[in-house]
């Protein structure tokens, strides 16, 4: 029984003050995302997270730029980018994924201006690895009480949202006629949704953010309808994903080819990938509840 | 001019989800012959549309249409279209469209071509918006536009899908005459489907009357009657003509045989 | 800026921009913007891994872009983003990660791959590119027609097989990705196959001239791209960015003038001019 814990588990992994701070953070991260996420592939807004989290790559590498915390530049430009989608408010869902789009190309242009000029001018290496593809071993213990405040805020937001939000997103005629604002809280669902791409950014990179955003969210949905188990499912598939996604990252650390350590984020992707693919088998056998 | 029906359903059923939507379904059309396809939504109207036009394949039976050699001879005129306002088509390309549009290659731009589209969009009354983008046209004009480019190809057998849905009621009467116009004309044999019969009356030649996957055809006079609508239905069904115009009324559906009028109406179903 | 090692980016600069500016035509008409950012992701992985094997990059990318083309063309419906699809090509992304992972050329790999550079094409990578843009566009016009009425009639009964369209169109996209992706990176391509397009179609209700109108667009969006890339050594992929940005909100300005002079739309039974 232990060689075979020894086998799976490389040593040190527990001991290693970098990989406690990485499994908390990267375990808080994967609830606050599991949170929003589920209301995120219920309103199909999976786009706009995926843009989101694209944007945010500039608001990262402008952080290096100005010397400042990636996680202060992700949150920056993600929530600008969010207050910009609502307040253009394009009404035709085709408008709305072309502009999306050019915002997004706009977005990736700054992004890739900001990495270059912080690599020229300040000397920072590695900013586009840590933007882009995430650096979860790497962060400062600073960013735990920072990750813990916004993610139990955004997390609390949202349970107190959590009716009026599903009636939104169900039926925006319904839930004005019942007097909820709507457009406010679609607002504060976006302004949710830019914190968790944020925290989900500093993990895993902003261009894989998405994953962690819609992946497990999608796997609950499919195995529950309800939203509170849905939850509970897509945070504990998450932290699944992404726990396991670290202990493998650090047992690669001894595998070729350059006995570096495969990146984090490629095991947490393919792990909520692999995820998905079960959840869409295991919910394959059902008979369907309704003809089509 | 040939015997041969436009249009040949036989024996078609469809089963999907373990759900039976049509169930032994057989008519035929002939050219020159207006038909409705009347029935409410979810009677299978655009499953059996679906199965005219080959997108589905039926469980059982056989669906023969006309064609030209090795292409199919129909034209099909969707309901829901095109609602991007941008899109850089006029109504005169999507027509033009209609002729070649499965071609390979650009077109070559000649005269004769050119004066075809403008005859068709004359004999649906589209020149004055022929020039406009498309997606920006009214629902009915969109339909014009539609009609011509199904009838460009010259088939022998044109399918609407609920043309009358959203149009007012002014719109629906001239889509309708101009169908009537066209079946006769063209000699070509028209299906219509809706779930509003009395629009269709005084132009339908041939009813379609679907009831739970089941259909049955004959002349408005032949099918709109109680006693089959009630046998279609499975429950009471009461057929009244009021000023020319068809209102059927669904009794309980405990209902077997018809008790005295005015009990246990459940509302009116007008179809 | 014309001479020597630049001749090759002016000629790769405007083949990418022909060929990405004609396919984008029918990406913004089919409304597969989510295409136009997919495929490139998968190409992502397909160059990195080229690269680590020490093969060509342009077979990488052609090889993981036509992969990538099938698999979505079979596995999702037309203009679905479904989930699976994105997870699959986020994956991709993740394993273009792993592959420069692998390599020893990571930070430099990893910012020219996603946002391109200006001296990205070899001088043995040129012909293929020209070879490619020449196919592409000689499909793209074969095609012209049925493509052009399944885009917008996608339930048309006669002829025309939608997968097989469908299919031939994720190729193209495939094709345009593999010749963009060296000179502009896959973060970017699809804003020159979006932006161009998309503004076009404010100029011109004309098909015809709204593909042409989008090839000028893309490469005068490339040509200065390049340029401003060149005197001010900023990252080519930054200028396409901007510049696609601009031209498009140009064209909304311009297709909301009249609106703003007349004060709302025209009612629609006073259509009798073009538009």
Same mark, same amino acid.
């Given at each position: 029984m232990d060689a075979v814990l020894h086998a799976l588990v490389e040593p040190g992994f527990l001991s290693s003050p970098n990989v406690r701070l990485a499994l908390a953070i990267g375990g808080l991260v994967a609830i606050v995302t599991a949170g929003v996420g589920v209301f995120t592939v219920?309103?199909?807004?999976?786009?706009?997270?995926?843009?989101?989290?694209?944007?945010?790559?500039?608001?990262?590498?402008?952080?290096?730029?100005?010397?400042?915390?990636?996680?202060?530049?992700?949150?920056?430009?993600?929530?600008?980018?969010?207050?910009a989608m609502e307040l253009i408010g394009i009404q035709r869902a085709r408008g709305r994924d072309l502009a999306t789009g050019i915002v997004l190309g706009l977005g990736f242009g700054l992004a890739a201006l900001f990495l270059y000029l912080g690599t020229t001018q300040s000397n920072t290496t590695g900013a586009p690895v840590t933007i882009l593809f995430g650096s979860l071993f790497l962060l400062p213990s600073s960013n735990l009480p920072l990750v813990l405040g916004f993610g139990a805020g955004t997390l609390a937001a949202l349970a107190t949202l959590s009716r009026p939000l599903m009636l939104v997103s169900v039926s925006p005629e319904l839930a004005a006629a019942r007097g909820i604002p709507v457009r406010l809280v679609g607002a504060a669902y976006l302004l949710a949704m830019a914190v968790a791409v944020a925290l989900s950014?500093?993990?895993?990179?902003?261009?894989?953010?998405?994953?962690?955003?819609?992946?497990?969210?999608?796997?609950?949905l499919r195995l529950t309808s309800r939203p509170q188990r849905a939850f509970f499912a897509a945070a504990g598939i998450g932290v699944g994903c992404t726990w396991l996604g670290l202990l493998l990252a650090w047992d690669s650390y001894y595998w070729p080819p350059l006995h570096n350590g495969w990146p984090v984020s490629f095991f947490v992707v393919t792990l909520v990938l692999i995820a998905h693919l079960a959840s869409g088998a295991a919910t394959a056998r059902r008979p369907h509840g309704r003809s089509r | 001019m040939t015997d041969a029906p436009a249009l040949n359903v036989s024996g078609v059923t469809v089963e999907l989800g373990g759900?039976?939507?049509?169930?032994?379904?057989?008519? %035929?059309?002939?050219?020159?012959?207006? @038909?409705?396809?009347?029935?409410?939504? $979810?009677?299978?109207?655009?499953?059996?549309?679906?199965?005219?036009?080959?997108?589905?394949?039926?469980?059982?039976?056989?669906?023969?249409?006309?064609?030209?050699?090795?292409?199919?001879?129909?034209?099909?005129?969707?309901?829901?279209?095109?609602?991007?306002?941008?899109?850089?088509?006029?109504?005169?390309?999507?027509?033009?469209?209609?002729?070649?549009?499965?071609?390979?290659?650009?077109?070559?731009?000649?005269r004769a071509r050119r004066e075809r589209v403008q005859e068709m969009l004359a004999a649906v009354d589209a020149e004055q918006f022929a020039d406009v983008r498309i997606g920006r046209l009214s629902g009915g004009e969109q339909q014009r536009i539609l009609i011509a480019h199904a009838l460009i190809s010259n088939p022998r057998l044109l399918l609407l899908d609920e043309p009358l849905a959203n149009l007012d009621l002014r719109s629906a009467r001239e889509v309708v005459s101009l169908l009537a116009r066209i079946a006769d004309e063209q000699r070509i044999a028209v299906l219509i489907s809706a779930h509003e019969m009395?629009?269709?009356?005084?132009?339908?030649? %041939?009813?379609?009357?679907?009831?739970?996957?089941?259909?049955?055809?004959?002349?408005?006079?032949?099918?709109?009657?109680?006693?089959?609508?009630?046998?279609?239905?499975?429950?009471?069904?009461?057929?009244?003509?009021?000023?020319?115009?068809?209102?059927?009324?669904?009794?309980?559906?405990?209902?077997?045989?018809?008790?005295?009028?005015?009990?246990?109406?459940?509302?009116?179903?007008?179809? | 800026m014309f001479s020597g090692f630049m001749v090759n980016a002016w000629i790769v600069g405007t083949l990418v921009a022909l060929a990405g500016g004609a396919v984008?035509?029918?990406?913004?008409?089919?409304?597969?913007?989510?295409?136009?950012?997919?495929?490139?992701?998968?190409?992502?992985?397909?160059?990195?891994?080229?690269?680590?094997?020490?093969?060509?990059?342009?077979?990488?990318?052609?090889?993981?872009?036509?992969? $990538?083309?099938?698999?979505? $063309?079979?596995?999702t419906r037309r203009g679905r983003h479904d989930v699976a699809t994105a997870l699959s090509l986020?994956?991709?992304?993740?394993?273009?990660?792993?592959?420069?992972?692998?390599?020893?050329?990571?930070?430099?790999?990893?910012?020219?791959?996603?946002?391109?550079?200006?001296?990205?094409?070899?001088?043995?990578?040129?012909?293929? @590119?020209?070879?490619?843009?020449?196919?592409?566009?000689?499909?793209?016009?074969?095609?012209?027609?049925?493509?052009?009425?399944?885009?917008?009639?996608?339930?048309?009964?006669?002829?025309?097989?939608?997968?097989?369209?469908?299919?031939?169109?994720?190729?193209?996209?495939?094709?345009?990705?593999?010749?963009?992706?060296?000179?502009?990176?896959?973060?970017?391509?699809?804003?020159?196959?979006?932006?161009?397009?998309?503004?076009?179609?404010?100029?011109?209700? %004309?098909?015809?001239?709204?593909?042409?109108?989008?090839?000028?667009?893309?490469?005068?969006?490339?040509?200065?791209?390049?340029?401003?890339?060149?005197?001010?050594?900023?990252?080519?992929?930054?200028?396409?960015?901007?510049?696609?940005?601009?031209?498009?909100?140009?064209? %909304?300005?311009?297709?909301a003038l009249p609106r703003l002079r007349h004060g709302s739309m025209p009612p629609a039974q006073s259509f009798a001019q073009k538009v």
């Open positions: 219920l309103r199909g807004q999976s786009f706009a997270g995926e843009a989101l989290g694209d944007i945010g790559a500039a608001g990262g590498s402008s952080a290096y730029l100005i010397g400042i915390g990636p996680l202060w530049g992700f949150l920056g430009i993600s929530i600008a980018a969010a207050a950014a500093l993990t895993i990179g902003a261009i894989l953010s998405t994953a962690l955003l819609v992946g497990p969210a999608a796997c609950a | 759900r039976r939507i049509l169930d032994d379904v057989g008519f %035929r059309l002939t050219a020159g012959e207006l @038909t409705g396809l009347i029935g409410s939504n $979810g009677a299978g109207k655009t499953t059996l549309l679906r199965v005219i036009l080959g997108l589905l394949a039926p469980t059982r039976g056989t669906v023969e249409v006309p064609s030209d050699g090795r292409r199919r001879s129909v034209g099909y005129v969707p309901q829901k279209f095109l609602l991007d306002p941008d899109m850089p088509l006029r109504g005169r390309d999507l027509v033009a469209l209609g002729i070649d549009g499965h071609r390979l290659g650009l077109p070559r731009p000649s009395n629009a269709l009356l005084p132009v339908m030649d %041939r009813v379609v009357y679907l009831a739970d996957g089941r259909a049955a055809c004959g002349t408005a006079d032949e099918v709109v009657r109680s006693d089959v609508l009630s046998r279609l239905y499975g429950h009471r069904v009461d057929v009244m003509r009021v000023r020319g115009r068809v209102i059927v009324v669904a009794g309980d559906s405990d209902d077997a045989e018809p008790t005295h009028p005015h009990s246990h109406d459940h509302g009116i179903e007008v179809f | 984008g035509f029918f990406i913004v008409m089919r409304g597969s913007a989510f295409v136009a950012h997919a495929i490139p992701n998968g190409s992502f992985a397909g160059a990195a891994g080229a690269s680590l094997i020490g093969v060509s990059t342009l077979l990488g990318l052609g090889v993981f872009s036509i992969a $990538g083309a099938l698999g979505i $063309g079979l596995l986020v994956f991709m992304l993740g394993l273009g990660a792993l592959f420069l992972s692998f390599s020893v050329e990571y930070e430099p790999a990893v910012f020219s791959l996603l946002f391109g550079e200006v001296l990205g094409v070899s001088n043995t990578e040129l012909l293929p @590119t020209i070879v490619l843009t020449i196919v592409c566009l000689l499909l793209l016009l074969i095609l012209w027609r049925p493509l052009l009425l399944d885009s917008v009639l996608p339930e048309s009964a006669e002829g025309i097989n939608p997968l097989i369209i469908e299919l031939a169109f994720l190729g193209l996209v495939a094709l345009a990705t593999t010749m963009t992706v060296p000179v502009v990176g896959t973060t970017l391509i699809f804003t020159l196959m979006i932006g161009p397009p998309a503004a076009a179609r404010a100029f011109t209700t %004309r098909p015809g001239l709204a593909l042409a109108l989008s090839m000028a667009l893309a490469v005068a969006i490339s040509w200065a791209a390049i340029a401003l890339s060149y005197e001010t050594y900023w990252p080519i992929g930054f200028y396409v960015g901007a510049c696609s940005a601009c031209v498009y909100a140009l064209s %909304r300005f311009w297709g």
